[in-house]
């Protein structure tokens, strides 16, 4: 996530419903343009989707490493791949959809979600807090900004 003067916003753990989930991205973040999925343990059925709504090379944000150890998909972040992941997750056991979740804007990172539906989820500082707090609602979890690390800035 860009550095900013604002921390980034910290949802706590909770968010498990999959398929709720990815029916609400869209409509909180309607001009996300790329999502990232990546995992070891994605079905055949997820990575066909991913793979059926790749975006394009040129929309590869540049902070994103070329180095994966782990399948990583980039799909354009259309209305109509999150209904379609929406419903594969209604039937497809989270760790089977992805591990680790990514949501831009452009080239500017929105969601950074390590162990997603595990831990707790960060978004970028410059994400209105309307936006986060419709998100942990929705969800029933509580959000704050996260704390700066010790020796950091």
Not at 120 to 149: M, N
Request: glycine content about 4%; aromatic content about 10%.
């Amino acid at each position: 996530m860009a550095d900013t003067a604002q921390p980034a916003w910290d949802l706590d753990e909770g968010i498990r419903n999959a398929e709720q989930f990815f029916r609400t991205l869209p409509k909180l973040f309607p001009d996300a343009t790329l999502f990232v999925a990546q995992g070891s343990s994605i079905v055949s059925g997820v990575a066909a989707l991913y793979k059926q709504h790749a975006a394009p090379d040129h929309q590869r944000p540049p902070d994103l490493s070329l180095l994966v150890l782990t399948p990583r998909y980039l799909c354009a972040a259309t209305p109509e791949f999150f209904l379609e992941l929406a419903r594969l997750a209604a039937k497809t056991p989270r760790d089977q959809i992805l591990h680790h979740l990514y949501l831009y804007r452009g080239a500017h990172q929105l969601i950074d979600w390590h162990d997603a539906f595990a831990n707790a989820l960060v978004l970028s500082p410059d994400v209105p807090e309307t936006t986060v707090a419709a998100l942990a609602t929705k969800f029933g979890v509580r959000y704050r900004r996260a704390r700066a690390r010790e020796g950091t800035s």
